[in-house]
Structures are given as structure tokens and as C-alpha cells.
């Protein structure tokens, strides 16, 4: 049965993909754990295959995998966050990266059909951001590894039968290294967390205590957690997939509910006011499928990704603020209604809850702006950081071809003003990707200005929160985090010298 999948086009593979999606719609479907019998229908509907290679019985596709996601996420979004996590996050690396002994060892078991599961196990209870503190520690013990350590917040805690752990060892120096583990081999779930949205998926807070053969470590730099920033590229790059599949759903429905609800004598739909809401959610659906396009055509997750970095630290922060500021508009524009669970007349608040995680989670929006402003201030070799934007690829078209004044960037930068400057940049970025999408699908330009001119706005905001800043809220200043041209505070950041491709 499998095996039919292989040979079908991608719109004939995606249109399955398609017809069982519609049967998780949101509107409809319990807010519970997937059962495994759901998950069989949707992997028995192929949707791991684009990730596998063929030599595994996989599709092997890029633009395969994204267009899955996109798909899903029309119709629930936790479960295109449930299919990304398994693809992107786990099974990624391991494809990419693993010892052939591992992959004949965990791939087929997720080419078959079968409701298999992994996950990634990183964040621990001391911290998320700033993985260098980790605690979960490994040791070179007979025949392999042992792992020890605590994780918590994991997608599919108490329901994933395979694991890529990271952990670290202090013996000669700092050195980081990945695991795959297999549940049983000691990761156990100490106790069960209950999120606010995104039900279909299980967290919790894990304990490891495992020891895993020596052909189960990914070969991957252990002196630095850049393979860590490289394991998550694809999943942040899929936020784009994701939040162009909800937002074209939130558009829908938002329209709809304005349209159908009556205010006084007319629809909700007649007030202007309303309508600059639902311009604003129109708006970001276009941003998230220029920046979708972008993931489609200029990436490539079958391959290392951290030469984006800073594209795919855009696209993160860029679409998950979209999917978040779009829900909220259309929670206030079903009113009490969109307070309510289970309402028959709208899906906002559940819409509401699952995009709230998404500026927090795969690293949060505020740390990876901050890096993304980094990454570019190593990189100004003497210039000012505008001129710069104005020179540099991803950002050059749309300075030029929107006159952005990006003067307010220039000054010495403390530590707030790099999180707000990589605002600004991941803007800048969003409306070139605007303009190239709309030249090359031939989109209809009053949509793709729209778009620009909120990003405009956008940027306008971020300068007007430098003015805020420069009256002394914060109180006394501290010393600049940053001089420009000096190298990056960070060392998550990719360092110039490193083989980069800035497109
Ligand atoms: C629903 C959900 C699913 C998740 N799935 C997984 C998973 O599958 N696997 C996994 O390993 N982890 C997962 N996580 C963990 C997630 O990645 C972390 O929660 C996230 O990275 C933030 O880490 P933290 O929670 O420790 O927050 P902290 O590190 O404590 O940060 C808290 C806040 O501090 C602020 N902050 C931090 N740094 C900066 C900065 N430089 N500038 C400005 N502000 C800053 C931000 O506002 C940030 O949100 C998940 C979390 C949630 C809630």
C-alpha cells in the first residue's frame, strides 16, 4: 500500500495528503492526545515519506515535505506541529546525518505505515535559551554511551518510541554530543504536562538514564552547539509552511465570521475598523506565503541549512508573530464568541491558543532576533549596520526599492536594541520576499502592497521603540552590548569565516 504512494505526482501524493487532513479539522476534532490509530491514518496517507530517502521507501522530497505541512496546518495546526516535529526536528538529522548502522536501525521503522514517533529532547528545567547550561551529561562507558539527565517540555514525551538527545561531557573540556535512544533503553516521563494549546501532542518532564551503542552518536562538531542550531534550521524554516496553511484558514474563517455576523442593521464586516482587522490577517497570510515560497524555492532541507541561518531566523520570528497577531485579530472580531470553547460559530479560540506557543517555542522570538542582529553586525566590516542592509542580499532590494530609512540602526546598540534591530532586519527581509514572490507567481500586486506596507509599518514601530527607549524608560544606561563591527556576543552565532552562502 505504501508502495502506491511512490509512484503518484506531488499534486496527486498531496491531494491524499489533502482528503485526510480534512478529517482532523479543527472545527470538529476533540482536543486530545492523537490516538496511534489517527497518526496511522495520516502516515499510512504517506505523510513521512517525502522525508525518507528512497533507499528507506521515502518520497525524498523537499518541496514534498513543506507542501505536507502546509497542508495539515490548514486543518489543525498542532497537527502540522505533530508532523514537523517527527520530519524536520527528528528524523531530519538522523537522514542527514546518522551512521548507516542507525538509520537500518530506526528508518524503517517510519517508512512501513506504522504509528512510530521521535522526538527531540534539548530543553531541560534549567534551561531553554541558553543550552550551553545544560545538565544531562554523557559518558563513554563499554560498547557506548551512557546519558544521564533531565528534559522537559518534549513533543510526544510520553508517546515516542525514538529519541535524539543532546547532552553534554566536562572531561577534557566542554564537548557536546547527539543520541538517538530508543525509549525503552531508559527515557521515561516523570510527569505529564498540560499545555494550554496544541492538544494533539503529549509534553511532560523526562528523566534519562540510558546507554545507547556507539553507532547511535551523530557525527556532528562537539566543541560548539552549532549542530544543534543546524538541527534546528528546518523546523524554524517550516514555521513558514505552517503559518501560510493557518493563515490561509484564519483569513477564511475570519471573513466568513464578519460576513455572516450581524452588528445593528448590518454584517460585522460593513464596520471599517473590522475591515482594517481582517486587512491586517489578509496581510499576514501574504507575508507567510511569500516567506513560504522562499522556504519552497531557496531552501533545500535535504541538505545542511546553516548557511541561512539568518534567512531562517527571519522567516522564525517573521511568521510566528504573523500566525499570533492574525488569531488575536480574529478573536476580537468574534467577541464573546471568541471566548468560547467549542463555539459552532468560529475556531478562534482555539486558533488563539495553539499560535500563542509558536513566538516562544524552536527558540524565542526575542533571543533569535538578537542573534539575527548579531549575525549581521560581524559582518558590517566597517560599514554602518544600514548601509549594510542596504548592500547585503537579503536585504538589499527592499531598501532600494522601498526607500526604507534604516538610520536609526547606527547608534551604539545595548542589548534591547539588538533584539528590536533584528526585528527590524527580519522586516526588511519579509518585503523583499514580499516583492520576489509576487514577480515570480505573478500574485496580484494590490495584495503584495498591502503586505509591504504593513511591514513598512512594522519597521516604523521598532524606530518609534528606539525614540521610547532613548527617554530613559529602562533607567540608567548600561555600557553597549555591541559596537558596531565588533564580533557577536553570542556563539550560537555563525561566525564570518565559517562557508557561508547569504541567500
Ligand atoms: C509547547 C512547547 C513545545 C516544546 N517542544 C519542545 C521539544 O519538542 N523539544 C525540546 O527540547 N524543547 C521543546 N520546548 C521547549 C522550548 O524550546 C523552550 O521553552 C524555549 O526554547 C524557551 O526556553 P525556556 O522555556 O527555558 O525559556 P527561558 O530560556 O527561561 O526564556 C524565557 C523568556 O526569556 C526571554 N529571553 C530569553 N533570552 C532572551 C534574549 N536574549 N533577549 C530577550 N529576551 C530573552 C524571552 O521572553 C523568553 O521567552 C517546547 C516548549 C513548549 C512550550
New binding site residues.
Given amino acids: 500500500m505504501m508502495n502506491d504512494l511512490l509512484s503518484l505526482s506531488t499534486n496527486a501524493f498531496i491531494a491524499g495528503i489533502e482528503g485526510v487532513a480534512r478529517r482532523f479539522d479543527t472545527a470538529t476534532y476533540p482536543q486530545q492526545n492523537l490516538p496511534a490509530d489517527d497518526w496511522t491514518l495520516l502516515t499510512r496517507a504517506g505523510v513521512l515519506l517525502p522525508t525518507l530517502p528512497k533507499e528507506y521507501g521515502g518520497r525524498d522530497d523537499h518541496l514534498e515535505m513543506c507542501r505536507v505541512v502546509e497542508t495539515v496546518s490548514e486543518w489543525n495546526l498542532p497537527l502540522g506541529m505533530y508532523v514537523t516535529?517527527i520530519t524536520a526536528?527528528a528524523l531530519r538529522p538522523i537522514v542527514l546525518w546518522a551512521d548507516e548502522e542507525a538509520k537500518q536501525e530506526v528508518l524503517p521503522h517510519y517508512a512501513g505505515g506504522d504509528p512510530a514517533i521521535c522526538?527531540?529532547?534539548?530543553?531541560e528545567p534549567g534551561?531553554?535559551?541558553?543550552m550551553s547550561g545544560m545538565a544531562t551529561t554523557f559518558e563513554e562507558v563499554e560498547g557506548g554511551y551512557r546519558i544521564r539527565g533531565r528534559?522537559h517540555?518534549?513533543?510526544f514525551s510520553i508517546s515516542a518510541h525514538w529519541w535524539l538527545v543532546s547532552a553534554k561531557n566536562d572531561e577534557n573540556g566542554r564537548t557536546y554530543g547527539y543520541f538517538i535512544v530508543k525509549r525503552s533503553e531508559g527515557f521515561r516521563t516523570l510527569r505529564p504536562y498540560e499545555?494550554l494549546g496544541?492538544k494533539v501532542i503529549d509534553?511532560g518532564l523526562n528523566e534519562i538514564d540510558a546507554v545507547v551503542p556507539r553507532h547511535r552518536r551523530i557525527p556532528a562538531e562537539g566543541r560548539n552547539l552549532r549542530p544543534m542550531v543546524e538541527m534546528l534550521m528546518a523546523s524554524r524554516a517550516m514555521m513558514a509552511a505552517m503559518g501560510c496553511g493557518f493563515l490561509r484558514r484564519i483569513s477564511r474563517e475570519a471573513h466568513a465570521y464578519a460576513d455572516q455576523r450581524r452588528i445593528g442593521p448590518g454584517p460585522l464586516s460593513e464596520i471599517r475598523f473590522v475591515r482594517y482587522r481582517l486587512a491586517a490577517i489578509d496581510a499576514s497570510y501574504t507575508v507567510c506565503a511569500a516567506l513560504n515560497h522562499y522556504l519552497r524555492t531557496a531552501l533545500d532541507m535535504k541538505d545542511a541549512m546553516i548557511g541561512a541561518f539568518p534567512a531562517v531566523q527571519a522567516i522564525k520570528t517573521v511568521a510566528t508573530e504573523r500566525m499570533l497577531s492574525s488569531a488575536h485579530h480574529y478573536q476580537q472580531l468574534a467577541g464573546g464568541e471568541g471566548y468560547r470553547c467549542g463555539s459552532p460559530t468560529n475556531i478562534s479560540a482555539q486558533a488563539f491558543l495553539d499560535a500563542r506557543?509558536y513566538t516562544?517555542?524552536?527558540?524565542?522570538n526575542?533571543?533569535l532576533s538578537?542573534q539575527l542582529t548579531e549575525y549581521c553586525l560581524a559582518r558590517t566590516a566597517g560599514r554602518t549596520l544600514s548601509r549594510f542592509l542596504a548592500e547585503w542580499p537579503l536585504t538589499a532590494s527592499a531598501v532600494r526599492a522601498q526607500r526604507l530609512d534604516l538610520g536609526f540602526l547606527d547608534g551604539d546598540l545595548r542589548?534591547e536594541h539588538l533584539?528590536l534591530a533584528g526585528r527590524a532586519i527580519a522586516y526588511a527581509f519579509a518585503i523583499g520576499q514580499v516583492m520576489r514572490w509576487a514577480a515570480e507567481t505573478g500574485a496580484d500586486p494590490a495584495r503584495a502592497r498591502a503586505a509591504i506596507e504593513f511591514l513598512k509599518a512594522d519597521i516604523a514601530g521598532v524606530a518609534t521603540e528606539f525614540g521610547l527607549l532613548a527617554t530613559g524608560v529602562l533607567g540608567p544606561d548600561a555600557p553597549p552590548a555591541q559596537a558596531p563591527g565588533r564580533a557577536p556576543a553570542s556563539r550560537s552565532v555563525p561566525v564570518p569565516s565559517a562557508a557561508w552562502r547569504d541567500a
Fill in positions: 516535529v526536528v522526538g527531540f529532547a534539548s530543553t534551561c531553554g535559551s541558553a528534559k517540555w518534549q513533543a499545555p496544541l509534553y506557543v516562544v517555542f524552536d527558540g524565542t526575542d533571543l538578537q542589548q533584539v
